[in-house]
């Protein structure tokens, strides 16, 4: 089994990554908000957010290639709505704001998913306040996901090792991909309640869940930048 | 002294009717290594699952330390008994071995520094500690198995149940886990196809067929009896 690649991708050392996933994620919602609400967004607002998306993928000590990588899976969908806008109204102004403002959202992102584990960021959105139900849900998803890519590479490899594997074949093997996925599951479920499982993951890393002064400074300092930002300058 | 296993016509029947324990008698002591041999189908599997509730028999009745098998006692029955399951990949889901190994204690409600010492101990134990940051993904399967093994060994069950846990296993590294096994000193019901294995790990065996316990002995004896060191099957 093997785990998405942004897994281990949010394993780095920064000091980013040793945040608490609260103080991330507050931060990084703080931001969204105020990008959200910049009115109007013209060249200054984009050179102020995106020189603070800079500065976060600087501090998390990203890999470039692989932060363009997955900015590359959202740009489309983002430009083609930015040219759309470009070509019903002509304005090509908004369709540049439209454009530099979800590239900008989507860098913060990106930039939270990389340096904090899924379950971390969950276990977060839970301490913040976030439904239990809906934050234990998303965590089974995330781990079901998991086993349902690695059953399908199983089932590829098998199916290529008997005479070749044909897409057009596939839609009859979804159907047995699924429910060998869902026998999977069940037999990783019970592995985890017979090791005590109470339907919270739980948190290995000490950090984790101990705030401490850098993670007020984050969560506290975004906020009050951006909030002066926005009464001095209007950005 | 009570025994540690008691179970006392034990019946289950799956889901979609098939009978698959049809009344099991079984004791097991403190110390004690049990092997079950049977052929495939047979319940071991089955069984092995009652013994800390994940199956729970419609009829018949199964202690485990005293505790009656009930809702209730649950979690200290899984508290006691360790599981390995017969495919590790279904045992190892958490992003490094470390972790993996931490799950089970973290569980039950250890400190995160607490439970990553006893984490270590344990990976240490199954001479794995070398590999703690590493994605269980990665592993080979012996080294998955003695992770797994890890994982169980950390909670300081009394009880270790292994269903066949040689699976994918090349002769050394069956050997090396024998080895591991004989050095514990916990109570082991371990299912096996492997005659040797069994022998080198196993102090008493019990042999299943068709959902019942058909006969008991020296390990030696019941691979005579049923002829099972010749079995086609492993
Ligand atoms: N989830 C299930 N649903 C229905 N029937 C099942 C299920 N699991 C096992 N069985 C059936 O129950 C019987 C006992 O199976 P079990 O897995 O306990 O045998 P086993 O002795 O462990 O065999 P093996 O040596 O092949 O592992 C078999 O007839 C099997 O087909
Ligand atoms: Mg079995």
Same mark, same amino acid.
């Given at each position: 089994m093997r785990h998405l690649?942004?897994?281990?991708?949010?394993?780095?050392?920064?000091? *980013?990554?040793?945040? #608490? &996933?609260?103080?991330?994620? /507050?931060?990084?919602?703080?931001? !969204?908000?105020? =990008?959200?609400? @910049?009115?109007?967004?013209?060249?200054?607002?984009?050179?102020?957010?995106?020189?603070?998306?800079?500065?976060?993928?600087l501090a998390a000590q990203l890999s470039w290639a692989g932060f363009l990588r997955r900015l590359s899976v959202v740009l489309p969908v983002t430009a083609t709505f930015a040219l759309?806008?470009? *070509?019903?109204?002509? #304005? &090509?102004?908004?369709?540049? /704001?439209?454009?530099?403002?979800? !590239?900008?959202? =989507?860098?913060? @992102?990106?930039?939270?998913?990389?340096?904090?584990p899924a379950h971390a960021l969950l276990t977060g959105a839970e301490r913040l306040g976030a439904p239990r139900m809906l934050v234990a849900v998303a965590q089974m998803?995330?781990?079901?996901?998991?086993?349902?890519?690695?059953?399908a590479l199983r089932m590829r490899q098998a199916a290529r090792s008997r005479g070749g594997f044909r897409w057009s074949a596939a839609a009859g093997a979804a159907a047995a991909l699924l429910l060998s996925s869902e026998?999977?599951?069940?037999?990783?479920?019970?592995?985890?309640?017979?090791?005590?499982?109470?339907?919270?993951?739980?948190?290995?890393?000490?950090a984790a869940g101990?705030?401490?002064?850098?993670?007020?400074?984050?969560?506290?300092?975004?906020?009050?930048?951006?909030?002066?930002?926005?009464?001095?300058?209007?950005? | 002294m009570a025994a540690l296993v008691e179970a006392h016509g034990l019946a289950y029947r799956y889901p979609d009717g098939t009978e698959a324990l049809r009344g099991i008698d079984l004791a097991v002591s403190a110390g004690e290594s049990l092997i079950l041999f049977g052929a495939n189908g047979a319940g071991k599997s089955t069984f092995l699952l009652h013994l800390n509730g994940l199956l729970r028999a419609a009829r018949g009745t199964l202690t485990v330390d005293g505790l009656p098998m009930k809702t209730a006692n649950l979690a200290a029955i899984r508290q006691r008994v360790g599981f390995v399951f017969q495919d590790a990949d279904d045992q190892l889901f958490m992003p490094t071995v470390l972790e993996d190994a931490a799950f089970g204690l973290l569980n039950q409600g250890l400190e995160p520094s607490e439970a990553r010492r006893h984490a270590e101990a344990a990976l240490a134990q199954v001479d794995m500690l070398h590999a703690a940051g590493r994605a269980p993904y990665h592993l080979s399967g012996g080294e998955k198995r003695r992770v797994a093994l890890a994982g169980v060994l950390a909670m300081q069950p009394k009880l270790l149940v292994l269903d066949e846990p040689t699976t994918s296993l090349d002769?050394?590294?069956?050997?090396?886990?024998?080895?591991?096994?004989?050095?514990?000193?916990?109570?082991?019901?371990?299912?096996?196809?492997?005659?040797?294995?069994?022998?080198?790990?196993?102090?008493?065996?019990?042999?299943?067929?068709?959902?019942?316990?058909v006969g008991g002995g020296t390990v030696e004896e019941i691979v005579r009896r049923y002829g099972w060191a010749a079995s086609p099957e492993r």
């Amino acid at each position: 089994m093997r785990h998405l690649e942004s897994d281990q991708w949010s394993r780095g050392g920064s000091a *980013l990554h040793r945040c #608490d &996933a609260r103080a991330k994620l /507050a931060a990084v919602l703080t931001v !969204l908000a105020f =990008v959200g609400t @910049a009115r109007p967004w013209h060249w200054p607002q984009g050179v102020f957010y995106g020189s603070l998306a800079l500065a976060a993928l600087l501090a998390a000590q990203l890999s470039w290639a692989g932060f363009l990588r997955r900015l590359s899976v959202v740009l489309p969908v983002t430009a083609t709505f930015a040219l759309l806008t470009w *070509l019903s109204t002509g #304005d &090509a102004g908004r369709a540049g /704001a439209l454009l530099s403002r979800s !590239l900008v959202s =989507v860098a913060f @992102a990106i930039v939270l998913i990389a340096t904090t584990p899924a379950h971390a960021l969950l276990t977060g959105a839970e301490r913040l306040g976030a439904p239990r139900m809906l934050v234990a849900v998303a965590q089974m998803v995330h781990r079901y996901l998991f086993v349902l890519i690695d059953q399908a590479l199983r089932m590829r490899q098998a199916a290529r090792s008997r005479g070749g594997f044909r897409w057009s074949a596939a839609a009859g093997a979804a159907a047995a991909l699924l429910l060998s996925s869902e026998q999977r599951a069940t037999r990783i479920h019970q592995a985890m309640l017979a090791r005590g499982f109470t339907g919270t993951w739980p948190e290995l890393s000490a950090a984790a869940g101990r705030w401490n002064v850098f993670d007020s400074a984050l969560a506290g300092g975004t906020a009050l930048t951006l909030l002066l930002a926005r009464l001095l300058w209007r950005l | 002294m009570a025994a540690l296993v008691e179970a006392h016509g034990l019946a289950y029947r799956y889901p979609d009717g098939t009978e698959a324990l049809r009344g099991i008698d079984l004791a097991v002591s403190a110390g004690e290594s049990l092997i079950l041999f049977g052929a495939n189908g047979a319940g071991k599997s089955t069984f092995l699952l009652h013994l800390n509730g994940l199956l729970r028999a419609a009829r018949g009745t199964l202690t485990v330390d005293g505790l009656p098998m009930k809702t209730a006692n649950l979690a200290a029955i899984r508290q006691r008994v360790g599981f390995v399951f017969q495919d590790a990949d279904d045992q190892l889901f958490m992003p490094t071995v470390l972790e993996d190994a931490a799950f089970g204690l973290l569980n039950q409600g250890l400190e995160p520094s607490e439970a990553r010492r006893h984490a270590e101990a344990a990976l240490a134990q199954v001479d794995m500690l070398h590999a703690a940051g590493r994605a269980p993904y990665h592993l080979s399967g012996g080294e998955k198995r003695r992770v797994a093994l890890a994982g169980v060994l950390a909670m300081q069950p009394k009880l270790l149940v292994l269903d066949e846990p040689t699976t994918s296993l090349d002769p050394p590294a069956q050997h090396k886990l024998a080895e591991l096994l004989g050095r514990l000193p916990q109570a082991k019901l371990i299912s096996t196809h492997d005659a040797a294995f069994g022998q080198a790990t196993g102090s008493r065996a019990v042999f299943f067929e068709r959902g019942k316990i058909v006969g008991g002995g020296t390990v030696e004896e019941i691979v005579r009896r049923y002829g099972w060191a010749a079995s086609p099957e492993r």
